[in-house]
């Protein structure tokens, strides 16, 4: 097209009918006044997001070179390592413990195999331990497929507990509890749980769980050696950040590298918080 006079032409000539401009609609005014609390909460910060405290059941203690065999008691726990606890018997015994080594282990008990306290990592059998707990996992894990058949992947408890922690005015500690329970997974475990009692899977462990077979067995082996946080020698303690399972993978990998650095005669300890 080409302009004539101001006006547009088609390209066989005739003129196009110029379309007069629409008035603009006229912006509303912004209300006076004060705004109300509620938008003013709005436009302020964001709550910063409160990570739950993660659940420690068992440390592991690697105890200093030093330290008298007379502190290794729940009475001095506190004493010489600020830690309120008692021994428990998590680690095993190599199985051809000879007699005159009995004395090197702490809590050791009779049986095969011989659960203890702790000892020397030359005189534990981490490898069998973890080789147990693997085998255990597998076949829970199998018993926990059957239960949730049929059910959608459920949203694991940290996340409620979060959403409680970052606002608890607005999202109660009741209601995060009650949406958890409210998915069919957890459902049909609590179910399963309930019929059968103790000893089954656990929605503490839903998240586990879900990551599949092969990866709760590792979590497991891992956590059968390396507990739910670890104490160093020179008084370094590892612990995941959340009951959230990134947070329970990144703590076992940095336990179980330290676990591989010690001496054969780096003495071990287990103690129930």
Known sequence: MSPVNGTPLTRHGSRVPAV???????????PSGPRPAAARAATTAL?????????VATMVICLPEELPAAALTSHHLDTY????????????????????????????????????????????????????AAVGAGIRHQVWQQVVHGTRAATPWPMFETRHLTDPDRYPLESAIADFHAQPRVQAMRLHAAALGPGQPSVGELEMYQAGEVAYQHYRAASAVAGDA????????????????????????????????????????????
């Open 47 to 55: 709550r910063p997001t409160v990570t739950p405290a993660p659940s």
């Open 230 to 273: 670890l104490l160093t020698a020179d008084g370094r303690k590892l612990a995941p950040a959340s009951d959230a399972l990134a947070h329970r993978i990144t703590y076992l990998e940095q336990a179980l590298t330290h676990l591989d650095t010690l001496g054969p005669h780096q003495r071990l300890l287990a103690v129930a918080l």
């Open 81 to 132: 390592f600020g830690v309120a606890g008692t021994l428990t018997a998590l680690f095993w015994a190599v199985p051809r413990l000879r007699r005159w080594q009995h004395h090197l282990m702490i809590g050791l008990r009779k049986g095969r195999p011989a659960l203890c306290a702790g000892g020397p990592v030359r005189l534990l059998d981490l490898a069998g331990m973890r080789q147990a």
């Open 20 to 30: 007069p401009a629409r008035p603009a609609a006229a912006k509303a005014a912004p």
